[in-house]
């Protein structure tokens, strides 16, 4: 009890410790005053009786230390005084305390940031009731859906038949959910009952019944999707998204229960989902609506639902407690076969490749990490160069700092100081450094964070992926900057605390050999040899994107704009859309300076297509596969795509008109041997043998999806009015004359015209288009570029303290030579040679390893495997520049040195 | 005039003494009261008055208000708290039971 009093006061006197200090001295001064009255009194003489109150009472400073130790707070005293005494010191050399705390914040800040991404892509669990307990049938990231044979074997999509089966057949699933795969590409347009607002594309997803049930979500309002709902002939129903209830309808309760205009269907919105659910994959477009699988037919008019052989959906199911992975997966996958064997397209070799994996399914489909993790592999590795730089630089700064100070140390061991006090003030002053640099980190790291976003997703807003740094990214902030301060400053404290006094005495600084330490050479070595590393890499990154960007995709994107629309969702049918393709054709065409108008399923570097299984007829079955794209008679010389042999699609090629196709050159290379000529041959897609494509004319082999497919991949195209495998068009390309800066507008108010609900699901420059599907290798030229050029900087930085520490030592050294007749020429070269040499043992450490480097990140780089001459020339020489530039300021400082102060000066 | 130091570990003592004798003093009342009441043969050193008395502020054996002296001077005067009275009880017992012994080794022959 009176202990916890004791305490109470103790802090009482902390907290009003001005108070009490000033009450203390007023009551010793009243004492002295007293005493001196009663000297006075007894007759002493004025200044003597002063004197002899002093005696009395002793030195009032000293008294007034002894009280605060009464009080038990001496420590924190002490501490405090560290803290001002170090924060004067850092003061005093802002240029040290600037680098140090940009080199700490440069590193760690880094490196917080990719963590941050890393956590968020690859680490992530969906916010769902135990993550753990869900398992993903698949393993791979499938954007596209198909059908067929894959050609490895391994399956990640299924057919909405399979799933179906799975589910009925494996009783060791509590749950087993189906969700539409690569449903990016799948807006639904939608309108609410009753509003004025137009018709807008928003992202919907088709889902099995219990795919709420089994993730174990409850609804914000109303109720989520049920098995009853996920029957063909079930009224229709939706559940909203939370972002979307509260972003666009202001969390309006009233949103249950009304009725919404889906792809010109009334559906009833039953439910919201909860806070922060973002669906079943990390994606820059998030579903806005969950719709019943079942309904998908009538609402999206897709085929692929009832298609037993189209693989569409990702399968996701939480398994019952104690079932074993591994028998499970040979379980599904002798299912798979069963269901395979019966599809005409499976070879007896294909049956038996096949199989699925089952892979964890806490994070969802993971298909952005399964895009990203490469790259972030990397970017961890390259953070962590950096962040050794950084260590190596502030090493060094430290080590300079506390040479520098061993004239001020020996002093103050001379005056009497004590080692462990001394060590402790210089640790001090480190962990304050340390700290600073650290909460500098977390500022780089948010922005850093923000950047990555930014470079990944340009223009996303609704990433589910926060920039803001989690709290163990902050931990390791913290952790990693105290850790710096300690080590890097722990040595240098040690060194300086052990200065003899005598030295300070001996004038001990004059030297010629001395300068900078072995050790920080080797830093700077170090240093060097990795920024060569970085640099080598940014160059090759920037060239990989370069050769990328410039490679022939045989296609002309100059003054062309792309317009997608989705004619089911508009609620065309089947035998209206031949009626639509011809109205697009003529309204678009009707647009002044209109030169062409291609109509087709995906245009070139979109990102999608559709593939199916083809083979010759009356040859035996090759197992090859192609894209299918069906076009207008415009379409090629809209994209720029040339005819190379026989014809293109024309407009005799009608609904009665026999059934052609235009293959590209990959086709032709894939399915006839050299030199025979493919026109007139016929061949099937996707296993119907009812309606075989007769070849007519061959077309460059244009990039789709990737650049990468340039020369690779087997593509026919069909006639847009012909029966095929495909959908709707679901493209428009506008070419012009010249540039039109409201095309937007006007294609925007051209399809309101044909059909109010034809709505504009995204308009682009075909060049933007292209550009888009660079973002990845775009990103990750930019950062390389940044982090190289973060690393050149530091290793810079710490070339600079070095030489000028050199220079600052050998002052006198200089001065002598100078004296003697040495040229200032002389004494520069003599500076540079050793700022350069530096530099050059840096180069023949990192060039190896560059090389090295290549050979793990060869999978990354776009048509390079091992380091390009021009990579090497370019690194070599901005690391020889910035070697240059971080030498000549010091060696002119030291050119400059008049040899009589210089003698003078110790 | 010969003048003794405090013996060590006393200093409380006689603190807490003076002050449940007089009641409330401020810190040269203190230091002259010892000085008197001994017949001027204990002289408190007026540096460790000041640290023994912050220690018993927090020790809880003593509270601090401010006043005016007669000569209307603002002072810190202290008075003895009920846990002041305890320990000063216990210092007496302790310091007569120092003494006996001490006396006692003193009259052995």
């Known amino acids: ?906 | 005039m010969n003048r003794d130091e405090i013996p060590p570990g006393t200093l409380y003592l006689l603190i807490l003494k003076t002050l449940a004798r007089h009641g409330e003093l401020h810190g040269y009342e203190i230091a002259n009261s010892i000085q008197r009441t001994s017949d001027e043969v204990l002289q408190v050193e007026e540096g460790s008055l000041y640290p023994a008395l912050q220690r018993m502020l927090i020790k809880g054996w003593v509270t601090a208000e401010w006043g005016t002296t007669a000569g209307n001077r603002r002072a810190r005067y202290y008075r003895l708290t009920a846990v002041g009275s305890r320990q000063l009880a216990l210092e007496i017992s302790q310091f007569e039971r120092v003494m006996g012994a001490i006396g006692r080794v003193i009259q052995a022959a």
């Open chain 1, 1 to 906: 009890m009176n202990k916890i009093h004791e305490v109470l006061r103790r802090l009482r006197m902390l907290f009003y410790r001005k108070q009490f200090q000033a009450d203390l001295e007023e009551e010793m001064r009243l004492h002295l005053e007293l005493r001196e009255q009663e000297q006075t009194d007894e007759g002493v003489a004025s200044s003597e009786s002063r004197r002899a109150a002093y005696r009395r009472f002793g030195n009032p400073t000293s008294l007034k230390e002894k009280s605060y130790t009464a009080w038990g707070w001496g420590w924190l005293e002490g501490l405090m005084q560290d803290a001002r005494f170090a924060l004067r010191q850092l003061w005093k050399a802002p240029g040290f305390t600037v680098t140090v705390i940009l080199t700490l914040a440069l590193g760690i800040g880094a490196n917080a940031a990719i963590f941050t991404l890393v956590k968020a892509v690859l680490l992530k669990n969906l916010p769902v009731v135990d993550p753990r307990a869900l398992v993903r049938v698949g393993d791979r990231a499938d954007c596209c859906q198909n059908s067929g044979p894959n050609q490895d074997g391994d399956y990640s999509m299924f057919s909405t038949d399979t799933y179906q089966q799975m589910k009925k057949n494996t009783p060791e699933f509590e749950e087993l959910a189906a969700m539409q795969a690569g449903f990016e590409n799948r807006p639904v347009v939608i309108r609410r009952d009753g509003g004025q607002d137009a018709p807008k594309p928003r992202m919907g997803e088709f889902v099995s019944g219990n795919y709420f049930r089994m993730f174990g979500l409850q609804p914000v309002t109303g109720r989520l999707l049920s098995d009853t709902d996920d029957v063909a002939g079930a009224p229709l129903v939706a559940v909203m998204s939370y972002a979307t209830w509260r972003g666009v309808y202001n969390g309006d309760d009233s949103v249950v229960g009304s009725t919404f205009w889906m792809n010109t269907k009334a559906v009833t919105v039953v439910g919201v989902a909860p806070e922060g659910f973002y669906g079943d994959r990390i994606s820059s477009t998030p579903p806005d609506f969950y719709l019943p699988i079942a309904t998908m037919p009538d609402e999206a008019g897709g085929k692929s639902m009832r298609d037993p052989a189209q693989n569409w959906l990702d399968i996701i199911g939480r398994v019952k407690p104690g079932v074993a992975l591994a028998p499970l997966q040979e379980k599904l996958s002798a299912q798979l076969k069963r269901v395979y064997a019966t599809y005409p397209d499976f070879s007896a070799a294909d049956i038996a490749k096949t199989h699925l994996v089952l892979t964890a399914g806490g994070a969802g489909t993971q298909s952005m990490q399964e895009n990203y993790a490469s790259n972030l592999k990397l970017l961890i590795w390259i953070a962590a160069l950096v962040l050794m730089i950084a260590c190596a630089n502030i090493a060094n700064l430290l080590l300079v700092r506390g040479m520098q100070r061993k004239t001020e140390m020996s002093v103050r061991t001379a005056l009497g100081a004590m080692r462990s006090r001394i060590v402790r003030q210089l640790l001090t002053e480190n962990l304050l450094l340390a700290g600073v640099g650290g909460i500098t980190a977390l500022a780089v790291s948010y922005g850093g964070a923000r950047l990555l976003l930014m470079l990944a997703f340009p223009g996303d807003q609704h990433v589910p992926i926060s920039s803001r740094p989690s709290t163990e990214v902050l931990l390791f902030a913290m952790c990693v900057s105290m850790a710096t301060g300690v080590l890097f400053g722990l040595a240098p404290a040690l060194i300086g605390a052990k200065a003899p006094p005598a030295d300070a005495l001996r004038n001990g600084t004059r030297t010629t050999t001395g300068g900078a330490s072995l050790l920080q050479r080797g830093l700077v070595v170090l240093q060097a040899a990795l920024s060569v590393v970085l640099l080598v890499g940014a160059a090759l990154f920037s060239q990989s994107l370069g050769r990328l960007q410039h490679t022939d995709m045989k296609l002309q994107s100059k003054n062309r704009y792309i317009v997608h629309i989705n004619a089911q969702a508009a609620g065309y049918k089947d035998e209206q859309v031949n009626a639509l393709y011809r109205l697009l054709e003529e309204r678009f065409h009707a647009i002044s300076d209109v030169v062409k108008v291609g109509v087709s399923t995906y245009t070139p570097m979109e990102g999608n297509n559709d593939g199916y299984g083809i083979q010759l007829v009356g040859q035996p079955n090759l197992h090859k596969s192609a894209t299918n794209i069906i076009v207008n008679s415009e379409y090629f010389d809209s994209v720029g795509t040339r005819v190379l042999m026989g014809r293109g699609i024309t407009v005799q090629d009608t609904a009665t008109s026999p059934h052609v196709a235009v293959v590209n050159e990959d086709f032709v290379k894939a399915l006839f041997k050299p030199g025979e000529n493919p026109i007139g041959h016929r061949f099937t897609a996707g296993g119907d043998p009812a309606k075989p494509y007769e070849i007519v004319g061959v077309v460059q082999g244009t990039s789709y999806t990737d650049v990468r497919w340039n020369g690779a991949h087997p593509m026919y195209f069909g006639p847009l009015t012909q029966p095929s495998e495909a959908g709707y068009a679901g493209a428009i390309v506008v070419e012009t004359a010249h540039p039109i800066s409201d095309m937007e507008s006007i294609a925007r108010r051209t399809l309101m015209e044909i059909n109010p609900n034809l709505a504009m699901q995204k308009f682009e420059t075909f060049d933007a288009q292209i550009a888009g599907r660079f973002t990845h290798e775009q990103m990750l030229s930019t950062l390389m570029t940044l982090f190289g050029g973060l690393a050149l900087l530091l290793a810079t930085v710490g070339l600079y303290g070095v030489t000028s520490y050199t220079v600052a030592r050998r002052t006198s050294e200089i001065g002598i030579r100078m004296a003697l007749g040495a040229d200032r020429s002389g004494v520069v070269a003599m500076i540079l040679r050793s700022a350069l040499l530096q530099t050059l043992l840096g180069l023949a450490i990192g060039i190896p390893v560059a090389f090295y480097g290549v050979t793990l990140v060869k999978s990354q780089l776009y048509e390079l495997t091992t380091v390009s001459n021009g990579a090497l020339v370019a690194a070599v020489g901005i690391l020889l520049a910035a070697a240059c530039v971080a030498g000549i300021i010091p060696a002119r400082r030291a050119a400059s040195v008049d040899p009589v102060r210089a003698l003078r000066t110790d």
